[in-house]
């Protein structure tokens, strides 16, 4: 197997994997002394668990201005909604969007634009759907507000899901990250939501696919209108 193929199918590990992907192989390789079927279904699960904690390297767009997707999935909600009030960011509601992440998706988080992190707030609460609007004030959730460059307030709410049962933050306040790096994730499928500085429009649609990374969710040097689009 080329160098290529093998960087394709191995992929770096999260951390967080460590403590589970050993346990699932341990299982798999007792029930194949149970009965071999169930021993491959362990296998298949081992596997699942590997990638689910993946943590591939991103080509992250430097110019600035950009606000990058925070976590691969697709967007599932776009509107204007109050953040979480532990942030203190005040009443009035910003532009939020929503990218759900599935149990298939990569689930290492990212920062959306570089600047520091002047809060962290961690709320326990419900495992709802984590695609349901209701799962942002309800769930258990972990909230950093992003000081910009420009002095502008970002909101990045990690949601945690219906089998989600652990939100990982790994900055501290102050810390101060560029578009792009890592800060957290989620075990095992939720939702980040984005709250927008004011005047910052979506340039995604609903039903789309986002990259943690890579994908532009919005430009604050733009004036361009919020974008429409269908999924087909």
Same mark, same amino acid.
């Given at each position: 197997?080329?160098?290529?193929? =093998?960087?394709?199918?191995?992929?770096? *590990?999260?951390?967080?994997?460590?403590?589970?992907?050993? *346990?699932?192989?341990?299982?798999?390789?007792?029930? +194949? +002394?149970?009965?071999?079927?169930?021993?491959?279904?362990?296998?298949?699960?081992?596997?699942?668990?590997?990638? +689910? +904690?993946?943590?591939? =390297?991103?080509?992250?767009?430097?110019?600035?201005?950009?606000?990058?997707?925070?976590?691969?999935?697709?967007?599932?909600?776009?509107?204007?909604?109050?953040?979480?009030?532990?942030?203190?960011?005040?009443?009035?509601?910003? =532009?939020?969007? #929503?990218?759900?992440? %599935?149990?298939?998706?990569?689930?290492? !988080?990212?920062?959306?634009?570089?600047?520091?992190?002047?809060? *962290?707030?961690?709320?326990?609460?419900?495992?709802? %759907?984590?695609?349901?609007?209701?799962? #942002?004030?309800? %769930?258990?959730? !972990?909230?950093?507000?992003?000081?910009?460059?420009?002095?502008?307030?970002?909101?990045?709410?990690? *949601?945690?899901?219906?089998?989600?049962?652990?939100?990982?933050?790994? @900055?501290?306040?102050?810390?101060?990250?560029?578009?792009?790096?890592?800060?957290?994730?989620?075990?095992?499928?939720?939702?980040?939501? $984005?709250?927008? /500085?004011?005047? $910052?429009? /979506?340039?995604?649609?609903?039903?789309?696919?986002? @990259?943690?990374?890579?994908?532009?969710?919005?430009?604050?040097?733009?004036?361009?209108?919020?974008?429409?689009?269908?999924?087909?």
């Amino acid at each position: 197997m080329s160098a290529s193929m =093998m960087s394709t199918v191995i992929k770096p *590990i999260h951390r967080e994997g460590w403590r589970f992907i050993p *346990i699932f192989a341990v299982v798999a390789l007792v029930l +194949f +002394f149970v009965w071999e079927p169930l021993g491959w279904i362990g296998v298949g699960l081992t596997v699942w668990c590997y990638y +689910f +904690f993946r943590d591939p =390297m991103r080509v992250t767009p430097e110019r600035e201005g950009l606000i990058i997707s925070p976590a691969d999935g697709v967007i599932s909600l776009l509107e204007p909604a109050v953040p979480p009030e532990e942030l203190g960011l005040g009443p009035d509601a910003m =532009m939020r969007v #929503s990218v759900f992440m %599935n149990v298939f998706n990569c689930h290492v !988080n990212r920062l959306p634009i570089a600047g520091e992190i002047t809060k *962290i707030s961690y709320r326990p609460g419900k495992f709802l %759907n984590a695609s349901l609007d209701k799962a #942002s004030v309800d %769930n258990e959730r !972990n909230s950093l507000v992003v000081r910009m460059e420009d002095g502008r307030d970002l909101a990045v709410v990690q *949601i945690a899901g219906l089998v989600a049962r652990r939100i990982v933050c790994e @900055v501290p306040e102050g810390a101060r990250l560029q578009t792009g790096e890592r800060f957290g994730m989620i075990r095992f499928g939720s939702r980040l939501d $984005v709250y927008l /500085p004011e005047g $910052v429009q /979506p340039l995604v649609s609903l039903g789309q696919t986002m @990259v943690a990374g890579e994908t532009v969710l919005a430009d604050i040097t733009s004036a361009e209108p919020a974008r429409t689009g269908r999924t087909r």
